[in-house]
T-cell receptor, first 115, second 117 residues
Framework: KAGVTQTPRYLIKTRGQQVTLSCSPI?????VSWYQQTPGQGLQFLFEYFSETQRNKGNFPGRFSGRQFSNSRSEMNVSTLELGDSALYLC??????????????FGAGTRLSVL | AQKITQTQPGMFVQEKEAVTLDCTYDTSDPSYGLFWYKQPSSGEMIFLIY??????QNATEGRYSLNFQKARKSANLVISASQLGDSAMYFC??????????????FGKGMKLTVNP
């Protein structure tokens, strides 16, 4: 069974540009969450999508947005890039079964560098 | 308020020895889940072990076990018989409101484990 796939693995952009990251969840998983990891702030929750609807959102500006498609694949978009957006962006998928033991499985991440 | 605290920035252990990684948490929610993840230098977060707030027994997964002390709000990860491949960053995380609630995980700052041959 394939794991969570994130593309691309690496991106280099310049300030002011926009970027789209993609995440394909584990087959059968309908929930996709996104996290930003930086040396200063650590791992922070961006948002979660389930059944094509945003269910939860972290404390990030509106420049960060996302969507989920009917096949559960998700994309994250960052507009008007800033230097501080340089980070490892991790995507996680889960069954969101409602039970306690609902494990999130992560992809390898997309490393974004903003110059 | 910081919800997950990992105070050890780094640890060194000899191969084949056991090691305990500390994690304390803070929550007022009676229902929560605690997780440990491993992050090698490649970047991928690898799930290791889970402990539910209502679980009566400590979780175990192969060489990993979780020392869950609810009254002290601690969830320490124990790795038995360390291997060179265990060298990585380790993150403790918590999800509150596990009864159909948010998927949001709150992570600690992590700690770096180095296993020496």
């Amino acid at each position: 069974k394939a794991g969570v796939t994130q593309t691309p693995r690496y991106l280099i952009k310049t300030r002011g540009q926009q970027v789209t990251l993609s995440c394909s969840p584990i087959s059968g998983h309908r929930s996709v969450s996104w996290y930003q990891q930086t040396p200063g702030q650590g791992l922070q929750f961006l948002f979660e999508y389930f059944s094509e609807t945003q269910r939860n959102k972290g404390n990030f500006p509106g420049r960060f947005s996302g969507r989920q498609f009917s096949n559960s694949r998700s994309e994250m978009n960052v507009s008007t890039l800033e230097l501080g957006d340089s980070a490892l962006y991790l995507c996680a998928s889960s069954l969101r079964s409602g039970g306690e033991e609902n494990i999130q499985y992560f992809g390898a991440g997309t490393r974004l560098s903003v110059l | 308020a910081q919800k997950i605290t990992q105070t050890q920035p780094g640890m060194f252990v000899q191969e084949k020895e056991a090691v305990t990684l500390d994690c304390t948490y803070d929550t007022s929610d009676p229902s929560y889940g605690l997780f440990w993840y491993k992050q090698p230098s490649s970047g991928e977060m690898i799930f290791l072990i889970y402990q539910g707030s209502y679980d009566q027994q400590n979780a175990t997964e192969g060489r990993y076990s979780l020392n869950f002390q609810k009254a002290r709000k601690s969830a320490n990860l124990v790795i038995s018989a360390s291997q060179l491949g265990d060298s990585a960053m380790y993150f403790c995380a918590m999800r509150e409101g596990t009864q159909g609630g948010s998927e949001k995980l709150v992570f600690g700052k992590g700690m770096k484990l180095t296993v020496n041959p």
